[in-house]
């Protein structure tokens, strides 16, 4: 029996990429004979004709399949249900715009059936992206490597091949709050690196903007470690140590000159100080609380609009998620 590769593309208003992608994955097919293919998109509520295009791929070759939201979730949902729904030996994530380049696929492949669990694209350049994008995410994984223990991979997207038991992996990690490519770095598993350089979008423009991205980089770190609360313990302890000596110094010199404390713009500077850095750990603590409270509400992370596959199978991925769920 043939191994069946399975490949994810959430697809957000991709209709000028769309045609190229096809092309290329088609290419693709044909040349690896040796395998079985099956394209999961996943239509992430496109307001063009990505889906009527992705539905004219499917009636020629059954090997595409999408399943459609119900609304925009954004990528990272988008990618939790190509998870879901995936039936492959393993499953590669890619772009629609080709920033993923296709021709990488045999080589993801060939790690892969070396033993490799999770076979990942490092971007050796990255044309077509401004410096400010490059610098502000190369310091943004630098500083989340700080903050962990565990290993992050440099220069990496979402372009990557994994193994079914990754697959099986990340059904289980069911936050509502994600970073797939932080879950990539805490499964684990042997890891896999493929060089490759990064082309700029083949058609369209970029989905994502700072705001977008400035949410991503706060879920990254939140979702993978509680060690910005240590902030507070970090700010704590000289301000307390400032306290006391400044308490000593004050109650010394008042005995010494006989005089009382003159100093309401000292006080005035000290509130400022302390209630600044009170705003602070609230916000700490509040983007925590916030967490909680979004985990407990324990919703679906999506909606199916459409799914081109068996019945039974959508109603699997979802049976087997909220099982997880009541564990
Ligand atoms: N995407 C999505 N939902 C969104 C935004 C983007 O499914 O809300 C998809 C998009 O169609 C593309 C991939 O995610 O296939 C990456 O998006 P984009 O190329 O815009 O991001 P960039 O490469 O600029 O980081
Ligand atoms: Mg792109």
Redesign the pocket.
Known sequence: MKKKISII??????EE?LPFLHEKLNDIMNQMQDYDFEILF?????KDK?LELIKSFRQVDERYNYVDFSR????????AAGIDYVTGDCAIF????L?DPPELIPELISHWEEGYDDVYARRRTRTG?GFVKKFTSKMYYRILQKMTNVEIQKDT??YRLIDKRCINALRQMTESERCLKSMFSWMGYKKKEVLFDRPP?VA?????NYV??FDLAINGITSFTTSPLRLATYFAIPTFAVLGVYAIYVIAKCFVTHTVVQAFQAIILLILFFSGIQILLFGIVGEYLGRIFNETKNRPLYFVNEYNGKKELNEIARKEKNEKNME
Do not use: H
């Open positions: 593309i959430p697809t957000y208003n991709e990429s996943v239509n992430d509520g496109s990505s925009n979730f954004g990528q990272e949902i988008a990618m890619m772009d629609a715009d920033q992206e997207g979402n979008r369209g423009k970029t989905k994502w977008k991205l």
